[in-house]
């Protein structure tokens, strides 16, 4: 069977896999991202990870065929290059360092990829913020439609909104963004804790320093889609990532506190992705199956055994 690859590039792991013609996941890997490594550590261990899952296997007695590659990376990101990474400092990094060129590769941004998944799969909205939540924050916006990536590439960048000016420090430089204080990674730094599920757990349980570390993601949330909301005016908000695993822990509280910051209109409809943590990973599919189209491949939904 003809498939193609598909990886989505997180702050902590990579995850790959191969994608169907009709978008079933085929097989999936997992790898941890080198990023404490440095950039190079990071590109080469993408690149090893391209060129595994690019060879051809058996997968419950049928051969699988790749035939091109989607690779979704977080950061500033065109078609040719990875332009900026604050989370793996790297910077214009040509497209073609990621592969060894024996398939068609597609490079695009993890945010928006996922948002176009969610489109594509999921019951979407005409006009919606995607939000997956992880190691960072940032928002795939969808205007009638279509994905908007800005003049340069930048919409979405919610993650760097100021909750809190003068706050706590935030690896892009600023001081006081949304994901100093809600993204998984800072929820579990803010309470000493591995993963933001343990602070979830304690949070329940009645732990009162990891209760108010929640309630202030919370409510930085609410802050930040709050001001979304009124530039924007989306139907929907769709929670995806690692934190949309916490499910009504989350979602319950964020809507009652957007609705109360809404004082003078309804709040949008906030609710978890549909694909859960697939969503990336299906956005990588959906860029490999245009590159495929690109290179002449033909109607990739038309890809047979």
Do not use: N
């Amino acid at each position: 069977m003809t498939c193609v690859v598909a990886i989505d590039v997180g702050g902590t792991t990579l995850k790959g896999g191969l994608i169907a013609p009709d978008g079933a996941i085929l097989h999936r890997e997992r790898r941890p991202t080198p990023r404490t490594e440095g950039p190079d550590r990071v590109i080469a261990a993408i690149s090893a990870f391209v060129a595994d899952l690019s060879r051809p296997r058996t997968v419950a007695g049928t051969l699988l065929r790749p035939a091109a590659v989607g690779l979704a990376v977080p950061g500033l990101v065109t078609s040719e290059k990875a332009v900026f990474s604050a989370a793996f400092g790297w910077r214009d990094v040509p497209a073609a360092a990621f592969s060894d060129g024996r398939l068609p590769l597609a490079l695009g941004h993890d945010v928006r990829s996922a948002g176009e998944a969610e489109l594509a799969h999921g019951p979407g909205a005409a006009d919606a913020l995607y939000l997956p939540i992880g190691t960072g924050i940032a928002g795939a916006v969808v205007l009638s439609v279509s994905l908007y990536g800005g003049a340069a590439g930048w919409a979405g960048q919610i993650g760097h909104i100021p909750v809190r000016p003068g706050g706590l420090p935030c690896p892009c430089g600023q001081r006081g963004c949304l994901a100093a204080y809600a993204s998984a990674a800072s929820i579990a730094a803010r309470a000493g804790e591995t993963t933001a599920e343990d602070v979830v757990r304690r949070a329940a349980a009645g732990d009162e320093p990891a209760a108010r570390v929640w309630a202030e993601a919370v409510e930085a949330l609410a802050l930040a889609l709050a001001t979304y909301t009124l530039v924007l005016d989306p139907a929907m908000i769709v929670i995806g990532g690692g934190l949309s695993l916490a499910g009504d822990a989350l979602v319950a509280p964020l809507r009652a506190r957007l609705a109360a910051r809404l004082t003078f209109r309804p709040a949008p409809e906030v609710r978890v992705s549909a694909l859960g943590v697939d969503a990336g990973l299906l956005g990588a599919g959906l860029l490999a199956r245009r590159a495929l189209g690109q290179q002449g491949g033909g109607d990739v939904d038309d890809l047979g055994a």
